[in-house]
């Protein structure tokens, strides 16, 4: 995500700046001993993956979808389960204690007042029978399914949860405005289950507190036919039935699956590499800027890091007050900057959400407790699009008037205490602390790395990173341990220095 109400003025001042001078079955044992060996580091194969499908019908008049989730589940982890948990973020929603948002932001949020949204398990069956299960955590935010009996490693079930979902009038990630419905974060999500056991974090309203595995995805959705559909992975049918269209969309390899629904959705598209990029707008002339941008981006990144994976990436105008949001394949921004007076901004935003398609898209980490690792590599790219696109001094600009002199502006103006860049989100004093320590910070340092390491180490430490890590999910130990291999030698104090990081 990238924030842009702390941006704003600073942004106005750079774009003064720019103007002037722009220009199945198998055991874990098994899937994990299968290696490819790229740049002299082992590439374990991807896990085998889940798979959803989920079919919903979604009522415009109450924006409520119904429907039902079939989840093929295979216990690829090292021991055996004997529960199964799932983030229900929508519940999140529900309360205006738990909503995600920050107390000052609630007026953007809602501006027709709260209202609640949320969601609601009806009933969950395994392979036809009933399961037991209960709904918890904060906001009630965590189900836990009960198996009846030890699901064994290498072993696969199939779960049917049939569910349904309020949408609410908020202009977030989740919710619907005067334009669109933004439906993100929407579906009963499997938690991640890693080293430390199941990550059961709830919905905080700092940075963007979501962490989930790679799955593939048939999501079909009922609408009238008058809305324009963006999401995640590729329109594979849609049929017309009684005056509405039902969407049948394919998503493989991608680790959640967001859509955007509006009636007056235009939509164009270009091509690069054989991906089809998408924007969808309101406003003529910037949903030709964005696609531009985008098409651009996902040149220069392909070629930066490795090639994006994907058929297709959607641009989406959105009533989103918050700047921008990234999905798989889809990325979500806030229709206000599609201005003249803004255009610079919406340039800046979009470069930075498409590269999120390699940090956090592809290349996955846990937002919650090292939100660092796909932030500052995404903010970083950011500034990569303008050097490769405008030249080494409009990237210069655009670093030394945004990300160091905000920085710097912070650290002296708010007596910054903690400067610590790796922590969980709930340990950050607010949004601001935490996009200055962040992204800019984060930003700095991976600038940092370059210079020391020298372009070609530096691109070849980005290119193993991604080959190594796609379609799964890295921490920090695992991008250190890239960078010292691939440099061949110690940079763990420079990862204490600017991030404070310590290994746990
Ligand atoms: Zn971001």
Not at 45 to 64: A, C, G, M, S
Not at 338 to 344: A, F, M, N, Q, V
Request: net charge negative; proline share 3%.
């Amino acid at each position: 995500m990238i924030k842009f109400s702390y941006r704003k003025k600073l942004l106005l001042s750079i774009v003064v700046i720019t103007l002037t001078l722009s220009v199945v079955g198998v055991k874990f044992s098994v899937i994990e001993t299968m290696t490819t060996i790229i740049h002299g580091e082992k590439i374990p194969k991807t896990k085998q993956l889940n798979n959803y499908t989920i079919t919903v019908d979604f009522d415009p008049v109450e924006r409520i979808l119904t429907g039902e989730e079939n989840i093929k589940y295979i216990n690829t982890e090292n021991t055996s389960l004997n529960a199964l948990y799932f983030h229900l973020y929508p519940n999140a929603f529900k309360d205006e204690k738990t909503t995600p948002f920050e107390k000052s932001e609630m007026d953007l949020a809602y501006p027709k007042g709260f209202e609640s949204g949320y969601i609601k398990v009806h009933s969950i069956q395994k392979n036809g029978d009933p399961l037991n299960y209960v709904v918890m955590g904060v906001g009630e935010s965590i189900l836990k399914v009960h198996l009846n009996e030890p699901l064994e490693v290498g072993e696969k079930i199939d779960l049917k949860l049939d569910f349904s979902v309020k949408i609410p009038p908020s202009c977030g990630r989740f919710g619907y405005g005067e334009n669109t419905v933004n439906i993100a974060n929407w579906y009963p999500i499997l938690s991640v289950f890693d080293k430390k056991g199941w990550n059961l974090e709830p919905y905080y309203a700092i940075g963007d507190p979501f962490y989930s595995d790679v799955a593939n995805y048939r999501v079909e959705i009922l609408m009238p036919q008058e809305y324009v559909l963006g999401h995640t992975g590729e329109c594979i049918k849609k049929e017309s039935i009684e005056g509405k269209i039902r969407w049948t969309l394919e998503g493989k390899n991608v680790r959640d699956f967001a859509m955007i629904a509006s009636e007056r959705f235009k939509v164009i598209d270009d091509e690069i590499d054989e991906t089809k990029i998408y924007s969808y707008y309101f406003n003529d002339q910037f949903g030709d800027l964005v696609l531009g941008v985008a098409k651009d981006a996902v040149g220069i990144f392909s070629q930066t890091y490795g090639e994006y994976p994907y058929k297709q990436l959607s641009v989406a105008a959105s009533d989103f007050f918050i700047g921008g949001m990234e999905y798989p394949n889809i990325v979500f921004i806030d229709e206000s900057l599609y201005k003249e007076e803004r255009k610079e901004i919406l340039e800046y935003i979009v470069a930075h959400e498409v590269a999120h398609q390699w940090w956090y898209g592809v290349v996955g980490n846990d937002q919650v407790n090292e939100a660092w690792l796909d932030e500052a590599l995404t903010e970083y790219s950011t500034l990569l699009y303008y050097e490769k696109k405008y030249g080494v001094k409009m990237e210069e600009q655009v670093y030394k008037n945004l990300i160091v002199r905000y920085y710097n502006n912070y650290r002296d103006h708010k007596k910054m205490k903690n400067d610590c860049v790796c922590r969980k989100l709930n340990k950050f004093k607010d949004s601001q602390e935490y996009q200055v320590l962040v992204y800019y910070k984060g930003a700095m340092f991976i600038k940092d790395l370059r210079k020391q390491l020298g372009d070609e180490t530096f691109f070849q430490v980005m290119k193993v990173y991604f080959d190594k890590y796609k379609y799964k999910n890295a921490n920090t130990e695992d991008f250190i341990h890239v960078c010292e291999k691939v440099a061949n030698k110690s940079l763990r104090g420079d990862f204490r220095k600017w991030l404070r990081y310590d290994k746990e």
